[in-house]
Every structure is written in C-alpha cells, then in structure tokens.
C-alpha cells in the first residue's frame, strides 16, 4: 500500500542513515544477490516502518548509530517479505518497476530475501539479547503469517477472528517491532514504552485492513504502484471486505463467484459489485476505522511533543487511504 509519510527535516536525516547503513550491510552480500537488494534500496517506498521506528525513538534519548541501526533491521525485514512474497503471488511489479524475481530469476531472488533475513538478524544480535529475541519473534511470526495465508486461501468458511489473527502474524508483528526497537533504543520509560507497542500492534493491523481494501479498489482509479488490480482476489487470499460481505452472502452468490475455477482478474469488478451490494468495503472500512480510533486513544497516553505530532500524522494518513 502507497502511504505517504509526513516528511521532517529530523526524519529526512534519519532516513539518510538508515539507507546508508542497509547499503553498507549489502556491500557483504555475494555479488550475485546484492544488485537486486541495492534496486530495491534506491526504490525505497516510503519507509513507514522505520519512520516509526524514528517516532518512537524521539519519546526519549537514542543513542546515535544505534536507532539507525534499528531502522535498517526493520527496513531488511520487510525487504526480504516483499521479495519473498512476490515471488509466491507470481507479482510483476514492485515498486513502480518489474518484480525482482522477472530480473533477477526466482532462484536468486529467494536467497536475497534469505540474505536480508540474515542481515537484519546480525544487526539485532550487535544491538543485544533483548533485541535479538524481538527481531527472531517477529520474523517468525512474518513466516508464519505467510504460511498461514496460503493455507487458507480459498477458505470462504473463514471468520473474521480468524482473519484477525492471520494478519496479526502477516503484519502487525513488524509493526509492533517497529515501535518497540524504536522505544528501546531511545530508552524510553517503561509505560511509553508498553504504549507505543500497543500502538504498533494496532496500527498494523489497520494497516492490512485497508491494503486488503486497495485489492478491491476501482480500477479505473488506479494509482497504486504496488499492488496490481485484483491479484489477491484471484488467488484466493481473501481480505477483511469479502470475508465481512461473505458473512452476508445469503443467496451464494459471491461466494460461487469467488470459487469458479475460470476467476481471472476480468471477474473482479463483478466480485467488486457482489462486494459492495453485502456491505463488505464499507464494515471493512468501518473496522478500520475501529482501529485507528484505537490507536488515537493510545496516543493520548503518550507524552506530548513532536514525536507524539509525528505519530498522530501517520495515524491520519492512514486514515485517508
């Protein structure tokens, strides 16, 4: 999903340093896999994940060098699930440009998403025990969500619960890392620091909501660089607007659309319609919603200031995907 992160002198900066260090880190990658890490660094989106981290850190005193550091764990980690993924959705762009696996060959493209796993591993165990634990619970959880995913796709008896819990795995877990490396290196007081994870749980979970959202999007108002029309709708990867719309589904309809064996990406504005007339866009919106009011409670607990503006920022943003 194309997010738009309110830009700062203080983050520009930081995001500066954190591109410099993945790119130092990749200078160590075999000359076979680090092209294709490097395209993807000087294409970087737009950083969400280690703008948090810099938000989180600001609530009290990084060490410099170190939050960087943080920053670029959190930017390899999700390096590595965007290369991996694409290659398992069989995606053709990333990034406004053709998906590593179509340059690079799927065979490379595995052991880089592989390298960066390793990377951003090597680069928690330098910043301590505590770290480790966190990045290691977080990229297994990245695994399992991936895992889980494909193993209900096609899944029309799936409940939301259950959705909830898949994306909290898939998604949330980085975002909660995001926040809880940020709070550590910047040494945070202990209930600012339970704050900002819960914040980052429930920020990443609304996050996914409103990506599964884009997959439905009109086409005809398509702007979005990295997620081709329809992708996940065809190969049975289900989001929180069908599931809600299926619960609804009375005369079978959608559900018999969703599981013809001939669905192509052509069928998705019918599926879009089916959708729509069930109410699914708009209670996934609504629960979306939900979150992200969550999340602005949350806010109020943390301590007023510039870091606390940068984060409501993000948090509005979202909210106008």
Not at 147 to 167: C, K, N, S, T, W
Not at 284 to 303: I, K, S, V, W
Request: proline share 5%.
């Amino acid at each position: 999903m194309t997010t738009e992160v309110p830009e700062a002198p203080l983050l520009a900066d930081f995001d500066m340093a954190v591109s410099g260090r993945m790119r130092y880190l990749v200078r160590g990658m075999p000359p076979t896999l680090a092209p294709m890490v490097h395209s993807l660094i000087d294409r970087p989106g737009k950083r969400l994940r280690s703008a948090l981290v810099h938000a989180c850190g600001e609530f009290g005193r990084p060490v410099p060098g170190r939050i960087e550091r943080a920053g670029a764990i959190v930017e390899f980690l999700h390096l590595a699930s965007l290369m991996h993924d694409d290659v398992v959705d069989k995606a053709d762009v990333r990034r406004g440009a053709p998906a590593a696996h179509l340059v690079f060959g799927t065979e490379r493209v595995v052991l880089a998403g592989l390298s960066c796993f390793s990377l951003a591993g090597m680069e928690a165990a330098d910043l301590g025990d505590g770290a480790a634990k966190a990045v290691s619970r977080a990229a297994a959880g990245l695994a399992y969500g991936q895992v889980l995913d494909l193993e209900r796709a096609f899944d029309a008896a799936m409940g939301i619960d259950d959705y909830l819990e898949l994306i909290e795995r898939k998604t949330a877990d980085l975002f909660r890392l995001c926040c809880l490396l940020g709070a550590a290196e910047g040494r945070c007081a202990r209930p600012v620091m339970t704050s900002l994870i819960r914040l980052g749980h429930q920020l990443g979970l609304a996050f996914q909501v409103l990506d599964d959202c884009l997959d439905l999007r009109d086409k005809a108002a398509d702007k979005a660089e990295d997620k081709p029309f329809g992708t996940d709708l065809v190969r049975g990867l289900w989001g929180a607007p069908v599931l809600l719309a299926l619960a609804d589904d009375e005369n079978g309809e959608l559900r018999s659309a969703l599981l013809s064996p001939t669905l192509t990406v052509a069928d998705v504005p019918h599926i879009r319609a089916l959708v729509e007339q069930r109410d699914g866009l708009r209670l996934a919106r609504e629960l979306a919603g939900e979150l992200l009011t969550d999340a602005t409670a949350t806010l109020h607990d943390l301590p007023a200031g510039s870091p606390r503006d940068q984060l409501a920022k993000i948090v509005v943003t979202l909210g106008g995907v």
